[in-house]
């Protein structure tokens, strides 16, 4: 099957794959790379250093300039703008321009603005006319200018996995799993009368390992986010002894996200879940028990390596 380029379009490129369509008004220039069964749809320009995946969409108006390399499966919106020149002067150019790159399923929507050299993480959705100025986390939705992280996707990602399941952990059940590898809420018991509240927390029954570490996590700004990595070995509990904040669970297949609000309520996490924490209230204080102590080998902190780890674990 070979490509279609339309009449009214200028195709100086020689590398555009199978099932490909390019439409009227579109230019692309010779150096440039474009994949399979891809949607390049009317008024889009595409410069020589750029690479397009396979299942692109790229809509009306779009212009991919040097340096940008977008991944399988990704969708551009209507008027969506890349720059790859942080200090833009006319008749003066960079020695090489910045890299921005868009991770396999990702979504750009309408009139939005990259700046150069951002990565738009694996399955995120960039919102409508958001002024996009640090790297976006997998599966992470921002809106704005600049742009935040208001939710994760609980769509399907590309050729992976189920919904994202959403728990409150102050009305869930005792133990209750959440469908996302051995993830589940724990309830501690808790007593109170009129002098206040105590929870109790026995390390060798209440608790699935005995901690050898405890960190606690407070004064994180509501738009920041924490986390964004897993660890091969270490098992961890989480709890909210004050506030709330959520945590977005990943095992590389389905996805959870927990709203702690409770001290009498843990989440456990084993090894081997990618976990992300944001919508930190203000007053929010987030302690952690971990199996293990500090070992900067034991963590992840790419997505894609995570996902890599979670293939050969079920190989």
């Not at 790379?33 to 692109?56: H, K, Q, S, W």
């Not at 921002?142 to 959403?166: D, F, H, L, M």
């Not at 009498?264 to 879940?273: D, F, S, T, W």
């Amino acid at each position: 099957m070979q490509c279609f380029i339309h009449e009214r379009a200028i195709c100086e490129s020689t590398n555009i794959g199978a099932g490909t369509r390019i439409w009227s008004f579109a230019h692309v220039l010779p150096g440039a790379r474009i994949g399979c069964d891809c949607n390049v749809c009317d008024n889009v320009f595409i410069e020589n250093d750029v690479v397009v995946g396979d299942r692109v969409t790229i809509k009306c108006g779009v212009q991919l300039w040097d340096g940008v390399q977008i991944h399988d499966d990704v969708f551009i919106g209507p008027n969506a703008t890349f720059c790859n020149d942080r200090w833009p002067r006319s008749k003066q150019y960079p020695d090489s321009f910045l890299q921005t790159v868009v991770e396999i399923g990702a979504s750009i929507g309408a009139n939005a603005t990259l700046l150069p050299g951002v990565v738009i993480g694996r399955g995120a959705m960039v919102g409508a006319g958001a002024v996009v100025t640090k790297n976006v986390p997998p599966n992470a939705v921002v809106v704005g200018n600049p742009a935040r992280i208001v939710s994760y996707c609980n769509e399907r990602q590309p050729s992976r996995g189920n919904e994202t399941k959403v728990a409150t952990a102050g009305v869930s059940e005792p133990c209750a799993s959440l469908g996302v590898g051995a993830c589940s809420l724990i309830h501690l018991p808790a007593f109170s009368d009129m002098r206040g509240g105590l929870v109790v927390a026995d390390f060798a029954s209440d608790l699935p390992f005995a901690p050898q570490r405890c960190f606690f996590v407070h004064g994180v700004p509501s738009h920041h986010v924490r986390g964004e990595h897993a660890h091969r070995v270490c098992e961890q509990v989480l709890l909210a002894l004050c506030g709330s904040v959520n945590v977005v669970l990943d095992d590389g297949k389905r996805r959870a996200e927990v709203r702690l609000d409770s001290p009498q309520v843990g989440l456990y996490m084993p090894a081997g879940i990618w976990g992300t924490q944001y919508r930190f209230s203000e007053d929010a204080v987030m302690a952690v028990f971990a199996s293990h102590t500090y070992d900067a080998k034991d963590y992840i902190r790419e997505y894609s390596e995570f996902l890599r780890f979670v293939d050969s674990a079920h190989a």
